[in-house]
C-alpha cells in the first residue's frame, strides 16, 4: 500500500513565499484522485458530510466554474485560486515551488504547483494539483459520493483520514481518531464586573466552578456553578452585600478550532440580601456572551424577579473574567 510519508517542499527564488495556513473545524479528509490532485476537506463533523453537505456543494460548484476559471491561469506559471462559494473568486500567481513526495520506492516528483483554496466560514477546502484544469474531467462526485457512502460511524474524536479513488474506485489509505477525553479540563474562574440594576450602579465579584468539554478537539460545552457578591449603597449611604448562587450553561458558536465565542445562559438565586435592592426571594435570569471573540470580557442582560414574583425588572452587566 501506497503510504504517504512526507511532502517535501523546496522553494525557488527569492519570492516571498507564505504557507497556507490549513484551517480545522473538527475532522479532516484528504483525498488523492488519480495520484494528480489532493483535495483537502475540513468539516466539523464528518457524519455530516453529504451531498446536502454545504462543503460538497462547493467543491462541486467550484468544478463547474473551471471552465471560465482556467482560461485565465497562466500555463507556464503556478496558480492560485480563491473561491468563498458565493460572489468572490480571486484568480492570481501562485508561489514557485516543487512538492515531492516520499515513499518506500522512493522520492517522486508530484508536479505539484497550482492550489486552489474554497472556503467561509462553515466550509474549508485545499486542493494542489499539476494543473487546475484537469479537474474539469474528473469524475469528482462520483468520488465524492463513493466515499461519503463508506465513511465509519461518528466520533466524539476528531478524525483525520486519507483516501485515494483512482479510476472512480475509493478506498481508505489511512486513519486515525485523536486520543483526548470528553473532559478537557475543570475550569476555576474569577472576575468582577460593573452593571445598572433599578437605576443603581452595582459592582460585583464572581468565582465559577465548571467544566469544559471539547467536540473534534474544540471546546465547545461549559456547565458551570458559580458565586457573585453585589456592591452597592443605599438611600441612606449604607454598603450593602448581596449575595447569588447561579447555575449556568456556554456553548461555543465558534467552530474553528481557534479563539472561542462564547454565548450562554444563567439563572440564580439570592441566598444572603442587604439593604433594600432586592426584595424576598430573588431569581436572576440572565443571557451573556463574549463582547471580543478569545476575550474575557462579557456583557449579559438580566430579568429580576423579586419580591415572591410580584416585582420583575431589567438590568445590564459588564463583566471581565466572567
Known amino acids: ?5 512526507l511532502i517535501l517542499m523546496i522553494v525557488l527564488g527569492m519570492s516571498n513565499v507564505q504557507a497556507q495556513k490549513f484551517i480545522g473545524l473538527g475532522d479532516t479528509i484528504v483525498v488523492y484522485i488519480d495520484n494528480r490532485v489532493e483535495i483537502k476537506l475540513s468539516v466539523a463533523d464528518y457524519s ?8 460538497y456543494k462547493l467543491l462541486m460548484d467550484f468544478q463547474n466554474l473551471l471552465p471560465e476559471i482556467t482560461g485565465r491561469l497562466d500555463p507556464e506559471s503556478p496558480g492560485k485560486v480563491t473561491y468563498n462559494g458565493e460572489d468572490k473568486l480571486v484568480v492570481e500567481k501562485g508561489d514557485v515551488a516543487y512538492q ?3 515513499t518506500e520506492e522512493g522520492i517522486s516528483d508530484t508536479g505539484f504547483r497550482d492550489i486552489a483554496i474554497l472556503g ?15 479537474l474539469s474531467d474528473m469524475q469528482l462526485q462520483k468520488c465524492f459520493k463513493d466515499l461519503i457512502s463508506i465513511l465509519p460511524e461518528s466520533k466524539n474524536n476528531s478524525y483525520k483520514a486519507i483516501y485515494e479513488c483512482n479510476n ?20 476555576l474562574t474569577a472576575g468582577a464586573g460593573a452593571g445598572l440594576i433599578k437605576s443603581t450602579w452595582v459592582a460585583d465579584l464572581s468565582a465559577k466552578v465548571g467544566f469544559l468539554f471539547n467536540k473534534k478537539g474544540v471546546l465547545k460545552y461549559n456547565p458551570y456553578i458559580s458565586t457573585n457578591l453585589v456592591f452597592d449603597y443605599d438611600s441612606e449611604n449604607n454598603f450593602n452585600v448581596n449575595s447569588f448562587l447561579n447555575l449556568g450553561f456556554r456553548w461555543n458558536q465558534n467552530k474553528k478550532n481557534e479563539s472561542p465565542d462564547w454565548l450562554g445562559v444563567e439563572v440564580g438565586y439570592l441566598y444572603k440580601q442587604e439593604g433594600d435592592l432586592f426584595g424576598d426571594n430573588t431569581v436572576k435570569l440572565g443571557l451573556n456572551w463574549s463582547l471580543v471573540k478569545g476575550r474575557s470580557v462579557y456583557v449579559s442582560p438580566q430579568l429580576y424577579f423579586t419580591d415572591n414574583f410580584n416585582s420583575i425588572y431589567p438590568a445590564i452587566r459588564i463583566g471581565i473574567g466572567l
Open 1 to 5: 500500500m501506497r503510504k504517504l510519508c
Open 48 to 55: 455530516s458530510f453529504s451531498e446536502d453537505h454545504g462543503t
Open 100 to 102: 515531492f513526495l516520499l
Open 120 to 134: 467561509n466560514e462553515n466550509n474549508y477546502v485545499v486542493i494542489t494539483t499539476t494543473d487546475l484544469s484537469i
Open 168 to 187: 472512480g474506485v475509493v478506498r481508505l489509505l489511512e486513519d486515525e481518531l485523536s486520543t483526548g477525553s470528553s473532559i478537557d479540563a475543570i475550569e
